[in-house]
């Protein structure tokens, strides 16, 4: 009887284990728009990027999340300066901005059990000189630090 | 024949150093602290775009919501000659106009087909001359709702402006006559 039990015990658990996720990222685009506000200076609309990492279904001893620009922001040829695109988060992650073929370290902290929740609201300065969409895709990326 | 084959073995020798070298140099530049390497274990992409809207800018004397008053104090007779006007703002009127894209055709037109009032006496807005610079054509306004002052696809900066003047070739009743002239910029 018990030679079944454990089994049926991990068929049961499969499905659970399988939605279980170290990393949550919320939502999977954003779109930020630039106003003019006046002759030299550009407004930036925000942009939330929400952040989760399940620290149980981690190894090792602290966690690491980063960022990588891995498709670069362009419209017809043209590209919007990566440096440009910035963000501000309350800690364990860190205010900074994307840096053209880097990753840029987002946030560490200890791999203790706990579930790790943040926001990055994120902005786009500089200049635009002409009315076009630029599409780029940036990689969040989950590290276990031994 | 001798020669390349020489060569050849030379260039392989050559070549079997380099994976030596290569792992030396990688040692070399590797950090001392190997703990700061991770693990990847998970990945999620983001999707980010970047809206910049068509825009027109444009901005006639002050910036802000101020509204400049542009005054003329006549206390000549008529028909002897032009009185210039003295703004409350800066002097000549700072004209600028811009788009995004910056290179769209703009016009910037005027509506001044309320003449000036007092008592319910008027002075038409043909009595009202400017002269431009930095880009900005000078003429007289004509008393329509929407003539054109200027047309362009580049932007209107710095040095733009107008110094506005009034004929006084009309007998007005006395009287301090106000009206207001409002200016548009558009793109077709």
Partial sequence: MMRWIAPILCLCLIPFAADAKQLEVFPSAITLELKPTDFDQVESTQGFLQIRIDTRLLRGSRWRVSLELVLPLESA???????????????????????????????????????????????????????EQFRGRVMVILEELP | MRKSARTRIRVLARCRRVPALGLLACLLACPVDLSAQGRVVAQEPLDIVILAASHLNLRIGTSGSTIDVVSFTVNQLPGTGAVAGVSSGADPVPVRASSTPSGATKILTANSSTPLTSAGNTIPFTQISWTGAGGVPSGTFTGSPSQQIWTGTQSLGAGAAMSFSYANTVYVSPGTYTGRVTYTLSSP
């Fill in chain 1, 77 to 131: 040829g043209r590209t919007f300066k990566a440096q440009a695109l910035s963000w501000t988060a309350q800690p364990p992650f860190v205010s900074r901005n994307l840096l053209p073929n880097q990753r840029v370290i987002v946030g560490e902290g200890p791999i203790d059990g706990r579930t790790v929740e943040g926001r990055l609201v994120w902005r786009a300065g500089g200049g635009i000189p002409s009315a």
